[in-house]
Structure formats: structure tokens, C-alpha cells
């Protein structure tokens, strides 16, 4: 079974800096977009930052400048690096990629969330 792991978040300061980790584990025929969601309280879920399997990027607004998001192909991981936090940038942060599981299926997967929390 195909499953996303993710790793880093916590209690950060505005202004502060973190990273996020995610990887995919299983077996898996191949990683298309990866990229990492969010929803603070009270919101829906929204894009943060994605990242083809070639590279191309996007970023939302609300974090262009501040975030860098990157992905090793090797170890089907992808880090988003973000910079001069904010207290909005305050969410569960979930990683998200389309993978394909089987050699004609691909899936789109979620991680259980890791929190950030910006707060002085």
C-alpha cells in the first residue's frame, strides 16, 4: 500500500523559518505532481505550493517569495521551505501527490497533516 509520510512542522515565531518533509513508501511505478495543501481553522483546504515531475512549480499567492518547494526523485520525497511566517500562514499542512500504484492506475494520495503553528 502506497502511503505519504510527512515530517517537520511544530510551534515556529513570526518571522521564523520550517521545513516540511514528505515521502512516498510502497510500491510505486512511478511519482507524477507532488505539492502540499493547507487548512487553517474554520477554512477550507487550499494549494499551497506543487511541483511536477519535471520541476515546474506553483505557488500560491498568499506565499509567493516566502516558500520553496523541491523534490528528490530518487526518494520520492518533496520539501516545502517556508520563510517569514506569518500568523495566517497558522494550518494543518498536508503533502499530496498523483502516483501511479499500478502500471495503468494512478492514484492521488494524502497525508494525515502536520501541524504549524506561527504564534509568538
Known amino acids: 500500500q502506497v502511503q505519504l509520510v510527512e515530517s517537520g512542522g511544530g510551534l515556529v515565531q513570526p518571522g521564523g523559518s520550517l521545513t516540511l518533509s514528505c515521502a512516498a513508501s510502497g510500491i510505486i511505478f512511478k511519482v507524477n505532481v507532488m505539492g502540499w495543501y493547507r487548512q487553517a481553522p474554520g477554512k477550507q483546504r487550499e494549494l499551497v505550493a506543487r511541483?511536477?515531475?519535471?520541476?515546474?512549480?506553483y505557488y500560491a499567492d498568499s506565499v509567493k517569495g516566502r516558500c520553496n518547494i523541491s523534490r528528490d526523485n530518487a526518494k520520492n520525497a518533496v520539501t516545502l521551505q517556508m520563510n517569514t511566517l506569518r500568523h495566517e500562514d497558522t494550518a494543518v499542512y498536508y503533502c499530496n501527490s498523483n502516483i501511479r500504484t499500478e502500471p495503468t492506475l494512478d492514484t492521488e494520495l494524502w497525508g494525515k497533516g502536520t501541524l504549524v503553528t506561527v504564534s509568538s
Open positions: 511541483i511536477t515531475s519535471c520541476g515546474t512549480t
